[in-house]
């Protein structure tokens, strides 16, 4: 057992070393090698070295449930739609190299294969900044303003839909 002198010595040496971490803490932007001289970096940690993201996004940092799992399955729908059409890509290849015997000339396969290649390049990043992103923000920051631009921009491609159907209808392609 402890007696008073020796938890009186401890509480001494405690006291003592206290002060020496704070004068040691004051000190330490006082010298240029201090590691405490670097800026502070506030918001997300960025990538090392160079693969900074475009856009920022954290859907986990939400702090309504109901709006997180929202902006999740917006998110995931997003991903669904990049893997549909990069295999709309890849079954267009295929059918265009491998089944050569349909009524198709080669000229209409390249286009085909090409219409196939430039909707995935394009769609892909359009569909990220005209229906996911204004979404995400809308769950992130809630308001009036920011709901009505995504009902806006959700139906865009509902009306891109009817209009290519309409298309291709029209021409009977």
Known sequence: MMDEDSIRRKAEELARREAELEARERNMGADGN???????QQGPKKNFPICYPLVYHNP???SDRHRKLSALVSFGAWVAFMVVLVLNLGVALVSAILYPQTSMTPIERVQYVLFAFIYCVV???VHLILVYWPYYQCMDKAGVLR???????????VLFWF????????YDY
């Open 163 to 170: 209009v290519k159907d309409f298309i291709f209808v029209a």
């Open 34 to 40: 201090s590691a405490t001289t670097a800026p502070v």
């Open 60 to 62: 986990f940092s939400i």
């Open 123 to 125: 769609a892909i990043p």
């Open 147 to 157: 709901f009505i631009i995504v009902f806006i921009t959700g139906i865009m491609p």
